[in-house]
């Protein structure tokens, strides 16, 4: 059968991703440090509820918590040997709140650990950590992939990979950039477009990184060469930290123009990362259809 999220992109109609879940979730309550993973677990009723606010605002597909769902960053977390629980969980919780109004796709994050030669990650391990991930999503039944916030085209491959090698679902993989067009391990958005299309990957772009100027500035160069169709999901811009508070200075209407710019440049994916909230969905949602 046709794919329907294939299908709109076919179209080149716009799709409107979720925002921020981890800021989010420390609004809630999440501590700082702790696993948002764990949340799954010990506070189902606040997952849902982010995601449920975000299917409100608009957006197409929301996001599994289950960005570092993998074995080592669990692990780390005081919660090794929980891969299918935490990512299974993940998945019910977003079904459950998106009741058939919007797509799940399933958070697949960096490991933590850097890629040889600069850490001990070798690619044949870094695809036994993933293919353990995108199974269990794609059991827990995933409408999509998002492999999201990499550096490394060596890792985020390595989870394409896995995602195509044992499924037929879209996967979209995103990059985290400065606004000299990098990653934090110097990769550059033509080579990044390049290695997830070899990959077997359906949709390339930027996450996170350095706010909207810096998504902008991924996205120009994508637009040079990749093929493949352009994501975007920028942060609320730079956080300043007031007291214990922490503040994101871009607005909801503010992102509802980026988003336009972003649409501008190529973008048909679009929505928000750190700091983000169901207002800034909400708003892009309705500047953009």
Excluded at 173 to 189: D, I, S, V, W
Excluded at 213 to 237: D, H, I, M
Aim: proline share 5%; glycine share 12%.
């Amino acid at each position: 059968m046709p794919n329907p999220i294939i299908e709109k992109l076919e179209r080149g109609e716009i799709i409107i991703g979720d925002g921020a879940f981890g800021t989010m979730l420390q609004a809630a309550g999440l501590g700082a440090g702790a696993m948002p993973e764990a949340w799954n677990v010990d506070h189902p009723d606040a997952v849902r509820a982010v995601h449920a606010q975000y299917v409100a605002a608009g957006a197409d597909y929301v996001t599994t918590n289950t960005f570092g769902a993998t074995a080592p960053r669990l692990t780390d977390g005081g919660l090794g040997g929980r891969v299918a629980e935490m990512n299974h969980l993940g998945v019910a919780l977003a079904r459950e709140a998106a009741a058939g109004r919007a797509w799940v796709a399933g958070s697949v994050g960096p490991t933590g650990q850097l890629m040889e030669p600069y850490g001990p990650l070798s690619i044949a391990r870094a695809e036994e950590i993933y293919a353990e991930q995108v199974l269990a999503l794609a059991e827990a039944g995933v409408d999509l992939f998002v492999v999201e916030t990499h550096h490394d085209a060596d890792e985020a491959c390595a989870a394409v990979r896995m995602a195509r090698q044992h499924t037929d679902l879209p996967i979209f993989c995103t990059f985290a950039f400065n606004k000299r067009g990098r990653t934090m391990m110097g990769l550059r958005p033509g080579e990044a477009a390049r290695r997830v299309q070899e990959a077997g990957g359906t949709v390339v772009g930027a996450n996170c990184g350095d706010g909207p100027e810096a998504v902008a500035a991924a996205l120009a160069a994508f637009k040079e060469s990749a093929t493949l169709p352009l994501l975007a999901k920028a942060n609320a811009g730079i956080p300043q930290v007031s007291g214990e508070t922490t503040v994101w200075d871009v607005t909801p209407e503010q992102m509802a123009a980026h988003a336009r710019r972003f649409v501008e440049l190529g973008a048909v994916v679009i929505g928000g990362c750190c700091g983000t909230t169901p207002a800034h969905i909400a708003a892009l949602a309705a500047a953009l259809k």
